[in-house]
């Protein structure tokens, strides 16, 4: 059974991962929304958590459950610094919109990240009750829209043919006449 958390998050992943086929063919789109049928999919299956508790037992049963922080915060490090060279290499020139729904997807998965290395203090304030929601649920959502409204964005460009100006402006001065 989902809790309200979870139900938030799969129906804004869901928004996500259409809008991201919506949009233009080129691109990221297609790219983005399999990443966002993965979290679908782990949203409802609860991998990464259940990948967290597979390396806990390992490390409770190793005795070094009590080390690990060191070792996490050395891992969310590593992440980050991944995380950030990945975007720079994926990050050749493309549309605003694209790089918009790139980072925005980028947060998510850090996010999933996050979870997955389960440093104490910081799931204290991302699992903070707010409302009937957890304070990660609203950070999916904004994460989420950012990435929809982007696909939305750039797919609105495609249908005014992708140009913001109109050609006689592109034209030197003399020539507009």
């Not at 996500?16 to 049928?37: E, F, K, N, Q, S």
């Amino acid at each position: 059974m989902l809790n309200p958390t979870q139900l938030a998050g799969l129906v804004f992943i869901a928004i996500a991962g259409i809008a991201c086929l919506m949009a233009r063919p080129r691109g990221p789109w297609r790219a983005l929304a399999a990443v966002y049928g993965l979290l679908f999919v782990d949203m409802i299956f609860g991998l990464r958590h259940h990948l967290h508790d597979w390396v806990n037992a390992g490390l409770i049963a190793d005795g070094l459950y009590q080390q690990r922080s060191g070792g996490q915060m050395m891992l969310l490090a590593l992440l980050g610094i991944g995380a950030v060279a990945l975007l720079f290499l994926l990050f050749r020139p493309m549309r605003l919109p694209a790089r918009i729904g790139l980072f925005s997807t980028a947060g998510m998965v850090l996010l999933l990240l996050i979870e997955m290395v389960s440093l104490h203090r910081v799931d204290a304030m991302l699992y903070q009750p707010v409302g009937p929601l957890f304070l990660i649920a609203f950070l999916w959502i904004g994460l989420c829209l950012t990435t929809a409204s982007a696909a939305l964005l750039d797919k609105g460009a495609q249908r005014r043919g992708g140009k913001r100006r109109s050609r006689s402006l592109n034209r030197p001065r003399q020539q507009r006449r």
